[in-house]
Nanobody, 126 residues
Framework: QVQLVESGGGSVQAGGSLRLSCAAS????????MGWFRQTPGKEREGVAT????????YYADSVKGRFTISQDNAKNMSYLQMNSLKPEDTAMYYC???????????????????WGQGTQVTVSS
């Protein structure tokens, strides 16, 4: 059974930083692409950043390019999202996700991700 558990969310002022972590357990050998997504009430879940595990290629939403960095520690089965220069519009529930295929990793499309965590809340105040 696969389990993804996020941590590191919290409240921060605009301009601040947070580092989100995602711990994966269970049958993780099938993972090819890891991603971070976010969602606010009434809106669809959107892709923030993804990483192709085997090659290390990373992909970002335009809204976070230059501010967020996704990384992966395969030895520890951990994924991270370093978030700098946070803005109030970054406020959302953030989810970690994993996909068995890397074909659509670059699209940041949530429909191609099979495994999901429960989320961690990030609140950025102005």
């Amino acid at each position: 059974q696969v389990q993804l558990v996020e941590s590191g969310g919290g409240s921060v002022q605009a301009g601040g930083s947070l580092r989100l972590s995602c711990a994966a357990s269970g049958y993780t050998y099938s993972f090819v692409c890891m991603g971070w997504f976010r969602q606010t009430p009434g809106k669809e879940r959107e892709g923030v950043a993804t990483i192709y595990i085997r090659g290390g290629n990373t992909y970002y939403a335009d809204s976070v390019k230059g501010r967020f960095t996704i990384s992966q520690d395969n030895a520890k089965n951990m994924s991270y999202l370093q978030m700098n220069s946070l803005k109030p519009e970054d406020t959302a529930m953030y989810y970690c996700a994993a996909a068995d295929s890397g074909r659509y990793c670059h699209t940041l499309d949530r429909r191609h991700f099979v495994y999901w965590g429960q989320g961690t809340q990030v609140t950025v105040s102005s």
